[in-house]
């Protein structure tokens, strides 16, 4: 039996759905406030709970050996996880990181995510750890749907320094394949491994892209990167709550492209997993 976290989440959704279509064996841990109305149609056990709660983790592993962990990891929540796991006799876990924690940024939320991996692999479990890259795939993402919306209305797009930092998105249905398929690679357990999307685009190749999809014409307006860190940081201390902060402007100037040929062990998750993936197997 599988219990799976964070399944009324945006990735969540497609991980239960490839589930479903593999006929495994599971179940979710939901709060009782989540919306699990698309769980219920498909007559999927629920089990209530709260990661704060370490009883109620443990509660919902009765009788669970596998844990597919898509909650996030940056709330802190891996030490009570691990707890409950080790606690119900738990064999194997899987757990979605994000490749964020390579920012050079002094982030803390770097800092949660990069405690709760350490946590993790100091286990007794049998864990896999996956890093996406920035996910898109549907309007309910955090970054191309907004993108997307804005380019099909504002013809001006502001670019703070030279958009020729590298993005490597993955797409939501892709990943969840690679994350179902992960639970039959054995070679897998005790490693960790970044998940990106198929190839790496500047972040003018992005805008571009998208504005030909959607037949628009868009004006790239550049912003000198120095310019829009200043900008930002006037911003900040004027409004209390930024729409947008110099940190993320940051963040945006790092590369994000993050090749799985770079390590030895990478090559295994390219082989057994990814890419089945893009062959459609």
Known sequence: MILVTGATGFLGEFVVKELLDKNYDFCCFVREASDVE???????????????????????????????????????????????????????????????????????????????????????????????????????????????????????????????????????????????????????????????GEKPLTYNQVIESTADALGKKVFKLHIPYKLSIFLMSVYEKVFPNPVLKAEQVERLNENKDFSIKKRKKNLIMRQLVFLKVYQGK
Do not use: W
């Not at 929540?77 to 050079?104: L, Q």
């Not at 692999?121 to 309007?139: A, F, Q, V």
């Not at 670019?159 to 054995?186: E, H, M, N, S």
């Open 38 to 196: 698309i769980l219920k149609e498909n007559d999927i056990e629920l089990r209530y709970g709260d990661l704060d709660d370490l009883e109620s983790v443990k509660k919902a592993l009765k009788g669970v050996d596998t844990l597919v962990n898509i909650a996030s990891l940056g709330f802190g929540h891996a030490p009570n996880i691990i707890d409950a796991c080790e606690a119900m006799d738990v064999k194997r876990g899987i757990f979605i990181s994000t490749t964020a924690i390579f920012t050079n940024l002094n982030a803390e939320s770097k800092k949660v995510r990069t405690a709760a991996e350490e946590t993790i692999k100091n286990s007794n479990l049998d864990y896999t750890i996956l890093r996406p890259t920035m996910i898109y795939g549907t309007e309910n993402d955090r970054n191309m749907f907004r993108l997307v919306k804005f380019l099909n209305k504002i013809p001006v797009m502001p670019i703070f320094g030279p958009g020729t930092y590298l993005l490597q998105p993955v797409y939501v249905k892709d990943l969840a394949r690679v994350i179902v398929k992960t639970l039959a690679v054995d070679a897998s357990i005790n490693n960790d491994y970044n998940i990106p």
